[in-house]
């Protein structure tokens, strides 16, 4: 198995910044907006972009939890069943602009299912998809991020791996990882 590094800390930092800075200049006090992050590893993303946030603007904003495991399209083909996660939105998203938070785009298909596990809560005005690596040319369903990190070139056989310090790491790095 082979690891290449594609943003070390201080390139994620960095990043980061920028990506918070993007939805500043589109969604100015967030008044209207709220950030939700896509159980399981979105929500660590969704809390660093979250506090980020909070410190630039000096305001609160809402931070919720989706679980999308009982809405995707390949539950029950599973052999082993999937473990649901929390879903943790103490909000209204009726009406609101929401800004969806995962770690890697690639398929697709989690995204979906996260658009259809919302509508619970409400229908809101707009959704926006904010990711940290888009895998460009692997869609399997036509879905496409407002706001990313980083775009990477992947082969079927590889995958990108991020580690956060939320998740135990001692740094936050991303790696792309070739399976062979």
Request: one cysteine or more; proline letters at 3%.
């Amino acid at each position: 198995m082979q690891k290449k590094l594609i943003l070390d800390s201080h390139l994620l930092d960095i990043t980061l910044s920028r990506l918070c800075h993007q939805l500043i200049e589109n969604h100015s006090d967030f008044a209207d907006t709220v950030i939700i992050g896509l159980q399981p590893r979105g929500i660590f993303l969704a809390e660093l972009v979250h506090a980020k946030l909070e410190k630039i603007t000096r305001k609160k904003i809402p931070l919720g939890y989706l679980d999308t495991t009982f809405h995707r399209d390949d539950f029950r083909r599973r052999e082993v069943p999937a473990k649901a996660s929390e879903t943790r939105i103490p909000f209204v998203i009726e009406g609101k602009k929401v800004v969806l938070i995962d770690d890697v785009l690639y398929t697709g298909r989690s995204v979906r299912a996260a658009m259809d596990a919302m509508i619970s809560f409400g229908r809101p005005a707009k959704v926006e998809l904010l990711v940290l690596v888009d895998r460009k040319h692997t869609r399997d369903l036509p879905v496409a991020a407002d706001y990313i990190g980083k775009k990477v070139d992947t082969l079927a056989t590889q995958r990108i791996l991020v580690e956060l310090e939320a998740q135990g790491h001692k740094q936050n790095k991303i790696w792309l990882i070739n399976k062979d």
